[in-house]
């Protein structure tokens, strides 16, 4: 007898056990379990096709439509814009004297370096830098819809899509879309307002103008002109226009550092902005690795700016003293403008520095008359100062700022509540890291409530920002998400630490500014740290943060059929160690066909085959 064909072996004879093992063996796999769950045919990896809705083309919108041709799949992309054409603050801002204040190399893409004219470019030329990215992309044609704005979003739980009005500024039209996800890239400086506390102002029968609605290339020649507000763009135009005005009238209402500029030891004399020689341009063109040099140096003092804002810091004293110091001597050292202009109760950084070189020496110029006290009203010819006396003009123009609410302009609706219901006079703001607003799902924005407003260029900042968004989509699309909720709970457990951090800081100290919503006593809604600090925060998303909703029953779902989509998509599948291609491509490697004949065992002499 044959051992084993009696003994139980699934190799015995057949009509014994083997049958049943083979019966086993070929049995198909089950299409369900016994609560109906079916495995999806299709590997992980599969990118579930989503939408995205932009509001607003300027900067931000750019890099989002740039980045995501290179980075992302199945993803559809429209973007909603006001204006006749992209460019958001840097095409509506026009104003004379109007100029970053940051470094102009500084304030570029990483992808998209260019040789700039000055050092605190103006806003044409960045204009010009924003318009060549779209026309070299063609971006209009593909995603942004120009002279469309949007009039009401609204979430609706039941499709996970936001619902979008938006109308056609050119025909009066209203359309609706939808999408999975909406992103604010409107800005935050966007809402320009008219002062609503002078008495008479649209009664003036000359030329009446707002800084971010001027008349680009009005002569302003020969001309008597007030200037009301000192804030970035009023210091800029005041500076810009004094010498080639007969009379210039202006308007301080409270006390301003009026500092250089970011990176100041790179500029001109006394922080003032110049322009690069040819010598210089020449320079940067033809040895890049200096050109990269230069900007790391600038972005290096940037960087450290945070520490002079800490309240008590060596740092804060010293910047105190030599802004005191500087003020003083371009004030003439006069008595009242010392004394009214000078702040005693908060230090520089309080508001964002703005590079005006001239500004200070203007006030004190001949032509100019400063007032300290409000204006009592305008005239259909001019206007009526504090003591009752009246001045003709030609041209006022109101430096007033903005709408810095947070608030939309239209209703904006989430779990049945608008955000004016979230962010009550009553409530404040609480924003999730200034990306997101807590309860309200699949919603991103470009610097919300609490973002880095403050903190230097916002060109490294959107790249970040963006980057975070990419990986909460693939997220959603890779696992099949419905929707990703910024919990309250953990967004009022960042403003609480945001909100007593910030006590450290001359942010929440008693001057005026926008990122206080233009009070000297409001929610000073900024970034609590550094600009780092904020860089490391946005490196990856807190998904433990979320409160996530999936449209599978089982969240592993998306595990599917077993293979990764790299099995199938031409990527290396052995990409773990290592990479092959020059460019650094993530692509399947043709092999060298060669190499087995020179490093397989089989092309060996028998003798030098180790034997076991």
Not at 26 to 53: C, F, L, S
Not at 284 to 313: D, T
Not at 475 to 494: G, H, T, W, Y
Request: include cysteine.
């Amino acid at each position: 007898m044959i051992e084993g064909a009696d003994s139980g072996s699934v190799y015995g004879n057949p009509g014994g056990k083997v049958d049943a093992s083979i019966n086993i063996r070929d049995q198909p796999a089950p299409e369900t379990d016994q609560y109906g769950y079916r495995i999806r045919e299709q590997p992980m990896g599969v990118k579930r096709r989503v939408k995205v809705i932009l509001m607003g083309a300027g900067a931000s919108s750019l890099n989002f439509f740039k980045k995501a041709e290179e980075q992302m799949e199945n993803v559809d992309i429209v973007c909603y814009e006001k204006n006749r054409d992209i460019g958001g603050t840097w095409l509506e801002n026009r104003y004379p004297g109007c100029a970053c204040d940051i470094p102009s190399v500084n304030y570029q893409f990483s992808w998209k370096i260019k040789l700039w004219l000055h050092y605190y470019s103006y806003a044409p030329e960045i204009w010009q830098y924003l318009k060549t990215i779209e026309e070299e992309n063609n971006f209009i044609d593909k995603y942004i819809r120009l002279r469309h704005q949007i009039e009401r979003v609204e979430w609706d739980n039941n499709a996970g899509v936001w619902r979008i009005q938006i109308r056609n500024l050119e025909t009066d039209e209203v359309i609706e879309d939808t999408a999975e996800f909406f992103i604010n890239a409107g800005g935050v400086l966007n809402d320009w307002k008219w002062p609503t506390n002078i008495s008479g102002l649209h009664s003036f029968k000359g030329k009446l103008m707002h800084s971010a609605n001027y008349e680009e290339g009005y002569d302003l020649s020969g001309k008597k002109v007030a200037v009301i507000g000192a804030g970035s763009s009023g210091v800029q135009i005041v500076a810009s226009i004094q010498k080639r005005v007969e009379t210039l009238y202006h308007w301080i209402r409270s006390p301003i550092w009026i500092t250089a500029g970011f990176a100041q030891t790179w500029a001109g004399k006394d922080g003032a902005n110049f322009a690069y020689s040819q010598e210089q341009l020449e320079y940067l063109k033809e040895h890049p690795k200096k050109y990269l040099e230069y900007r790391k140096q600038i972005e290096n003092e940037l960087n450290q700016r945070f520490k002079f804002i800490i309240k008590g810091s060596e740092e804060a004293t010293q910047a105190r003293e030599f802004s005191f110091k500087e003020m003083s001597r371009k004030l003439n050292n006069d008595p009242r403008l010392i004394e009214k202009i000078i702040p005693r109760n908060f230090n520089p950084g309080c508001r964002r520095p703005t590079p005006a070189p001239g500004y200070l020496e203007a006030l004190v110029a001949p032509n100019t008359i400063v007032f300290t006290d409000p204006i009592s009203s305008v005239t259909p010819t001019g206007f009526v100062d504090q003591d009752g006396k009246s001045h003709e003009v030609d041209v006022i123009i109101c430096a007033t700022g903005f709408n810095t609410s947070w608030l939309p302009r239209f209703p904006f609706i989430a779990n049945g509540k608008d955000i004016r219901d979230l962010w009550s006079d009553a409530n404040g703001l609480t924003s999730y890291l200034s990306i997101g607003i807590p309860t309200f799902p699949n919603y991103f924005s470009y610097c919300g409530p609490y973002g880095p407003l403050g903190h230097g260029s916002f060109m490294p900042l959107i790249e970040q920002w963006t980057k975070y968004m990419f990986s909460v989509i693939r997220k959603a699309q890779v696992e099949n998400i419905k929707s990703f909720r910024p919990r309250m709970d953990v967004s009022l457990q960042f403003r609480q630490h945001a909100d007593l951090f910030l006590q450290r800081t001359a942010w929440t100290s008693p001057c005026r500014s926008w990122f206080k919503q233009g009070k000297t006593d409001g929610q000073a809604a900024i970034w609590p740290g550094s600009r780092l600090h904020f860089l490391e925060m946005m490196e990856a998303p807190r998904y433990e943060d979320f409160e996530i909703e999936y449209w599978d029953s089982n969240r592993f779902a998306f595990m599917g059929n077993g293979f990764e989509m790299r099995e199938f998509d031409g990527r290396d599948i052995t990409h773990y160690l290592g990479c092959l291609d020059e460019e650094g491509k993530d692509l399947q490697p043709e092999y060298d066909k060669d190499l087995i004949q020179k490093l397989a065992g089989w092309t060996l002499e028998e003798a030098s085959i180790v034997q076991g």
